[in-house]
Structures are given as C-alpha cells and as structure tokens.
C-alpha cells in the first residue's frame, strides 16, 4: 500500500516537474506546479508529517500558485518567450551540466548503505510535536520570520506602487 | 514493505535537477520563478525524509521556516516582474540584461 502509493506521488511529481519546466504556456506551468506541490503534500502524509503537508496544501497550494496565476492572468498581453537565444548553445550547456549534476547526487546517494525508515515515534509531525518545537527552542527564528513577511509585505507595497508615488 | 529513504532521496534529486534545467533553459521570468519554487520543494521533501529517518522533528521546523521565505520571495519576486513589465512590456530574462534601468 505505501509502496503503491509513493509511486503514484513520485510519477506525479516527476510528471508535474516535467510539464513545470516543458510547457510553453505560463498557465500549463502553474497548473504542473500545482500537481508537484499535490503530490508532494501526499508524500509527506506518508512521511508522517501531518502538520507540514496541511501547510503545504494551504500556503503553496493555496496561497502561492494562486499568485502565480492571478500573475499570469495581469500580463495575459506579452508572457511568451523570443526565439533567438543570446548566449549560443545556452541549452545544450545547460542540458549536460544538470544531467551531470543528477549523475553526481545520484553517485553520492548509492555510496550510502541503504536504510529503512523505522517506526516514528509517537505522535511525530503532528501540529502540537512542531508547534512546541517552534514556540520553545525555535522562539527567535520564528519571530525573526514575522519581521521577513513584514518586510516582504511592505517591499511588496513599494515596488508594486506606481512610478510618481502614491495618488 | 516500506519505502526506503533513498527513494525518496533520489526522487527529490530529479525533482531539483528538473527545478535547475528550468532555470537555465526558459527565460520567462514567471517560469524560473516556479522552478525556483520547485528547487525549494524538492529541498522540503529531503528534510521531511531525513526528519523521518532520524526521527527528530528539527527538519519539519526547518521546512516550515523555507516556506515562509518561499511565501516571502514569491511576493517580492512577483512584485518585481509586474514593475519590469510596466515599464519594459516584456517578461523575457534575455531582455533585461542591463544593471542600469
């Protein structure tokens, strides 16, 4: 069943990244986007980290692809991509550097002997295990990312706002 | 039978590799963004997997605290595409390639 399982998600996922980075429209990026992130969350599930797949279905799922496409849709005119490459053989460097990249993880990760996930401890990655994680040895990082999202708002307000300030 | 962790190792390194082809190969602004998020997720999913694996619960703190800055850079990023767009009508990396505006 598990087995069964983490096939489906990893095809997904591997499906969903192909059509991420392949399909020529934006929009068909976004909706492969949104299956990865689907999948994953299922992987997660299976990972037992209940608390972060609910917050990737919410915050990527929810949150983040629906700004991607609200994106698409606000510069609908021009989004597509010129033909003429100017650096020449940009793919093809590209192709065999990421190519040899995956060759060289995949290389590392068969050097490591191979383990079984154990059994989790009791109650593992549900949202009181990572809650109290977070409020008691992860206090300062976590108020720290309040300031990042402030910030990452205001910033957002003053490059968003129309050149010649605020009418 | 389980799955092992290497599996979901070598799942997350395709999906990183595919994140990085992404972002050398397009050059619309809006698709290297999603593959940078697609880098970042396959990250997630290597933290979930050892967070398993150890059984400690550090890696899931940690995924939660890149999804905040992935939240944080989407915004920030997009923000940035829209003020390209007004003023260069173009989304395509290759035409702005200047440091000055």
Redesign the interface.
């Known amino acids: 069943m598990?087995?069964i399982l983490?096939a489906a998600a990893?095809l997904g996922?591997?499906a969903g990244?192909?059509g991420?980075?392949a399909s020529r429209p934006?929009v068909r990026?976004?909706l492969s986007?949104l299956l990865?992130?689907g999948s994953?969350a299922v992987?997660?599930l299976?990972?037992?980290?209940q608390?972060?797949a609910a917050?990737?279905v919410i915050?990527?799922a929810g949150?983040?692809v629906v700004?991607?496409l609200f994106?698409?849709m606000?510069?609908h005119?021009?989004?597509?991509?010129?033909r003429t490459?100017?650096l020449r053989a940009?793919?093809t460097v590209?192709?065999v550097?990421?190519?040899g990249?995956?060759a060289a993880?995949?290389t590392v990760?068969r050097t490591?002997p191979?383990?079984?996930?154990?059994a989790?401890?009791e109650g593992?990655?549900t949202a009181q295990?990572?809650g109290t994680?977070?409020f008691t040895s992860?206090v300062l990082?976590f108020e720290l990312?309040s300031v990042?999202?402030l910030?990452?708002?205001i910033?957002?307000v003053v490059?968003?706002r129309?050149?010649g300030g605020m009418r | 039978?389980?799955?092992?962790?290497?599996?979901?190792?070598?799942?997350s390194?395709?999906?990183?590799?595919?994140?990085?082809?992404?972002v050398?190969?397009?050059?619309?602004a809006?698709?290297v963004?999603?593959?940078i998020?697609?880098m970042l997720?396959s990250v997630?999913?290597s933290f979930?997997?050892f967070?398993?694996?150890l059984?400690r619960?550090?890696g899931?703190?940690s995924?939660?605290?890149v999804?905040?800055?992935?939240?944080?850079?989407?915004?920030?990023g997009?923000?940035?595409?829209?003020?390209i767009?007004?003023?260069r009508?173009?989304?395509?990396i290759?035409?702005v390639?200047l440091l000055r505006g």
Do not use: C, H, W
């Open positions: 598990e087995v983490f990893a996922a591997l990244g192909v991420v980075i934006p990026s976004a986007l990865v992130l994953l992987l997660y299976l990972l037992d980290a608390f972060i917050l990737q915050i990527y949150a983040i700004l991607f994106v698409i606000l510069l005119a021009r989004t597509g991509e010129g490459e100017k940009q793919r590209a192709y550097l990421a190519a990249f995956l993880i995949v990760l490591r191979a383990t079984e996930l154990g989790a401890p593992f990655g295990a990572v994680s977070l992860y990082p990312a990042v999202l910030v990452g708002i910033a957002a490059i968003g129309p050149a | 039978m389980t799955v092992p962790l290497g599996a979901y190792l070598v799942l390194a395709a999906l990183f590799t595919m994140g990085v082809t992404g050398l190969v397009r050059r619309n809006l698709v963004f999603m593959s998020e697609l997720n997630n999913l979930i997997a967070a398993r694996q059984g619960i550090e899931q703190v995924v939660f605290f999804m905040v800055i992935a939240a944080v850079e989407v915004v920030v997009l923000a940035i595409i829209i003020a767009f007004r003023t009508d173009t989304v395509d290759d035409d390639d």
